[in-house]
């Protein structure tokens, strides 16, 4: 059974940093891209970061650009994201996802999700 588990959320005030891991077990994931995607109250899933199987290629959206690094450890089955100059709108759940059909920024596109870890933002 395939399984991801994210880990690394909690409380921090804005300008402060967070590392989160989503940890992968049940099959190999280092030959398939992974990604987060996060979900605020109210709101809907939104693509945050993607990452290609070999860690050469990163993909951000644009509000975390600059702020956010993703990257992996294969020998770990392991995918990071790394979170600085947090901001109050970054709150929300963070998810991890794995092995996309087809474009990596469309949930739809993923079978392979965790079950979340909350991020909150204090100003």
């Known amino acids: 059974q395939v399984q991801l588990v994210e880990s690394g959320g909690g409380l921090v005030q804005a300008g402060g940093s967070l590392r989160l891991s989503c940890a992968a077990s049940g099959r190999t994931f280092s030959s398939v891209a992974m990604s987060w995607f996060r979900q605020a109250p109210g709101k809907e899933r939104e693509f945050v970061a993607a990452i290609n199987w070999s860690g050469s290629g990163t993909y951000y959206a644009d509000s975390v650009k600059g702020r956010f690094t993703i990257s992996r450890d294969n020998a770990k089955n392991t995918v990071y994201l790394q979170m600085d100059s947090l901001k109050p709108e970054d709150t929300a759940v963070y998810y991890c996802?794995?092995?996309?059909?087809?474009?990596?920024?469309?949930?739809?596109?993923?079978?392979?999700w965790g079950q979340g870890t909350q991020v909150t933002v204090s100003l």
């Open positions: 996802a794995a092995d996309p059909r087809g474009a990596y920024y469309y949930q739809t596109e993923y079978d392979y």
